[in-house]
């Protein structure tokens, strides 16, 4: 795992999400970066690559100022581009084997669903997988909840970090810690509404959690 990756564990990645949001995607990261949130997650499903480059180029340049790890969704070829710390890939992506060539040392996250992913990412070389649904979502569609015990049978047969993604909110996401979660990723909590204040109440969530 990479060093300035690790900084962020036991906190909460951003999302970002323009659904339920009336920022740009630059606004919203900018909010909450200045809420304390350092791990950013650039997922961009309707635009053109090109307009993606672009975007991720700006939030890289925003990401830096506040020592923040900037992660790139779906695009190892623009994560390398814009000097992105990583890329974040789905079962369906480029392989795990070809986007290192890419990446080099720079962090690769993969999106798993069930025990077998976790462990062919690990063995395959990823700094971290994404497991989830936890909780029903809206954002995509991911299958089936998996519910809050899947992520302790996970973290009991892989070593890598695992951050929990899907339905994850102000109400649950203590629980997602308290069984062995190393980060949360959330969009929709706070995109909905204003995304200045949701970001500033979950860090404050996470001050009063116990691990």
Known sequence: ?????????????????????????????EAVLKAGIRFIQ???????????????ARLRELTRPFGATLIINDHADIARCVDADGVHLGQEDLPLKEARKLMGKKIIGISTHNLAQAKEA?????????????????????????????IGS?????????????????????????????????????CRGNAAENAKRLVQLLKEAEF
Request: net charge neutral; glycine share 10%.
């Open 1 to 29: 795992m990479r060093k300035n990756f690790s900084v962020y564990l036991k906190g909460i990645c951003f999302v970002t999400d323009r659904k339920y949001c009336g920022l740009s995607f630059y606004d919203m990261t």
């Open 42 to 56: 650039y997922r961009d499903k309707d635009r053109t690559r090109r307009e993606i480059y672009e975007e991720a």
């Open 122 to 150: 690990e063995q395959g070389g990823a700094d971290y997988i994404g497991f989830g649904p936890i909780f029903h979502t809206t954002t995509k569609d991911a299958g089936a909840p998996r519910g809050v015990d899947s």
């Open 154 to 190: 996970i973290k009991q047969n892989v070593s890598i970090p695992v951050v929990a993604i899907g339905g994850i909110n102000m109400e649950n996401i203590k629980e997602i810690f308290r069984v062995g979660a190393d980060a949360a990723a959330l969009a929709t909590a706070i």
